[in-house]
């Protein structure tokens, strides 16, 4: 067991590290000018140089992103738990949340700007718009998911349908919610990001934008590689939670997590 | 399937094995705890209804154990449904202890062949939902936990259960989580226990010890089942009186009293008249399907 999980660390990390072998070797071996492909050993190098620019933007966007996410996480469960207990919801609100979430967000962003102006609040909303849908769709699927003669069971006890949605619906579509963070998180990032390119003095959105516009390619590539550490770091801190919270999902073998992306 | 399964003694409807020790079954009894009179049911709407029982009328005994086969289709689901209260019939009168049913009665428990736990709670906290949800226990959740422990502790142990308390319903068999799910639906104490083929999803052996659970369970505690099956040996092994159904639209066509000692024992279930019991019901059931098809 143990040396399973030792293994289920290892092996990515070894294949982690090969990549940025292959990439270094390539670097060299072509002799690829510093501006169009930094080295590896070249943009961990920027990382350290510049830490003082890189660390203070991490923050914002960082935060920004929290915020995004926890608006997401709350609004997000909320609808799911009222999209997948009523079937006339469903009805109502299936159509407009598929052609809301089809609408690319990046479109959405100048709006936000015209809205709230340029910094952390069109950020914050990009974050949260992309990352609400994914939440929504899966506790839906997972409160609808919700065993028929469980409720006909809690019913005939007396339950109202709240009694059924919180004894029965919302810890059956926990497994599906927590598959849905992995996502969520990672859009999070990815919305405050754009909107901090678009529109923003801070974060490391604008700070990739400014330092590609004087051709410091290296502090660009130390800028990407610290935000896909610290989106790893989050899914990491989300699948930790999934598994510690719903970890009786996992003796349910036939129990398949859905996980859909938005 | 057929009528040639008449067999020679199928014709005596009352089969009685130690008649000097009659059990009480349904008739003859005080004021019945179910009462339904006259009951249709239509499913879905103009064009696409579903005619499911139609001149519906039974009873069925306080304490008495009621078994409903019929063959496939006919309504057996939907008259447990109709009874606890989930439905309301589209004509006649559903009635339960006293009271017209119009929406989920309160003294009922239910078990259906999908054991249908909680997977998230251990077994012991699958058997409390009860006490959770059913008043007046609900309003002294927190006082009385103690007390209400006790009885799903002792329900437990009282099934063979003792040692999975903790345990998570995917770590248990599926004779094992039936149990659990049987003890969950009895805990509450209620009047009435309604089991849809309960049995049906599990291995024969593990099926015929859960007769006896059962049985075992109604011998002391005297609640009234209804218990819907099409297995008719275990309609006959364990109730008081079966009921046959027609065809869809499903109505009583056929209700056989079984006078068979009890405690019953599995070898009860190899003497003749058991098997002419058995018989006799199978012919029913086959004339029953043999209207539609």
């Known amino acids: 067991m143990i040396q399973a999980r030792l293994r289920s660390f290892i092996e990515p990390a070894v294949t982690a590290l090969l990549f940025f072998a292959l990439w270094e070797l390539m670097c060299r071996v072509f002799q690829i000018p510093e501006f169009v492909l930094p080295t590896p050993s070249r943009t961990v190098a920027a990382l350290v140089k510049d830490w003082n620019l890189i660390w203070p933007n991490a923050q914002q966007t960082l935060i920004t992103t929290m915020i995004g996410f926890c608006i997401s996480v709350v609004f997000g469960m909320a609808l799911g738990i009222l999209v997948g207990s009523s079937a006339f919801l469903n009805r109502c609100l299936s159509p407009l949340l598929v052609a809301f979430n089809s609408v690319p967000k990046v479109a959405v962003v100048p709006v936000l700007v015209l809205w709230f102006g340029i910094g952390t609040v069109p950020a914050v909303l990009t974050a949260f718009v992309l990352s609400f849908f994914p939440i929504t769709v899966n506790v839906a699927a997972g409160v609808a998911a919700t065993d028929r003669e469980l409720i006909d069971v809690l019913r005939s006890l007396g339950a109202s349908q709240w009694d059924v949605i919180v004894k029965a619906g919302i810890p059956r579509s926990l497994p599906y919610f927590f598959a849905s963070l992995k996502i969520a998180i990672t859009l999070a990032f990815v919305g405050s990001v754009i909107a901090e390119t678009v529109a923003s003095n801070n974060g490391i959105g604008y700070l990739m934008l400014s330092a590609s516009a004087s051709f410091k390619i290296p502090l ?43 | 399937m057929n009528t040639r399964t008449d067999g020679p003694r199928a014709g005596a409807n009352v089969t ?17 705890l179910i009462e339904i009179d006259g009951v249709s049911l239509t499913y879905g709407e103009d064009h696409h209804s579903v005619l499911a029982l139609h001149d519906f009328s039974l009873k069925v005994a306080r304490g008495e154990f009621a078994a409903i086969v019929g063959p496939s289709g006919c309504g057996k689901s939907t008259f447990l449904k109709l009874v606890s209260g989930l439905r309301r019939p589209t004509a006649g009168t559903v009635t339960v202890a006293n009271q017209t049913v119009d929406k989920p009665v309160k003294i009922v428990g239910m078990a259906f062949q999908n054991a249908a736990l909680m997977p998230w709670r251990t077994c012991l906290e699958n058997v409390m939902l009860p ?70 999803a599990l ?50 066509i056929h209700s056989e009293i079984i006078r068979i000692h009890r405690p019953r024992t599995p070898r009860d279930r190899f003497m003749p008249a058991f098997a002419d019991m058995v018989l006799s019901l199978r012919s029913k059931i086959g004339a029953a399907r043999g209207q539609v098809s």
Not at chain 1, 239 to 256: C, I, K, M, P
């Open chain 2, 203 to 252: 291995d024969a052996f593990t099926r015929e010890e859960l007769w006896d659970v059962l049985q075992g369970l109604h011998a002391q505690r005297r609640f009234t089942v209804v218990l819907v099956t099409h297995d008719l040996t275990e309609a006959v092994y364990l109730a008081d009186a079966v009921h046959v159904l027609s065809a869809r639209p499903g109505r009583v």
């Open chain 2, 16 to 32: 009685a094995i130690r008649p000097q020790q009659l059990q009480s079954a349904s008739q003859g009894q005080a004021a019945p």
């Open chain 1, 220 to 262: 660009v590539f130390a800028s990407l590689l610290f935000i896909g550490f610290l989106g790893v770091s989050m899914y990491a801190v989300t699948a930790f939670l999934e598994t510690r919270l719903t970890s009786w999902n996992a003796h349910t073998a036939d129990q398949a997590n859905f996980a859909i992306g938005g």
């Open chain 2, 131 to 200: 006490f959770e949800v059913v008043q007046p226990h609900r309003k002294r959740k927190r006082t009385d936990y103690a007390l209400h422990r006790e009885r799903a502790v002792a329900l437990l142990a009282s099934v063979g259960l003792a040692d999975a308390l903790s345990r998570y319903p995917a770590q248990l068999s599926g004779g094992m989580q039936q149990r659990v799910a049987l003890c969950r639906s009895l805990v509450h104490e209620p009047e009435l226990l309604l089991v849809d083929e309960p049995f049906s």
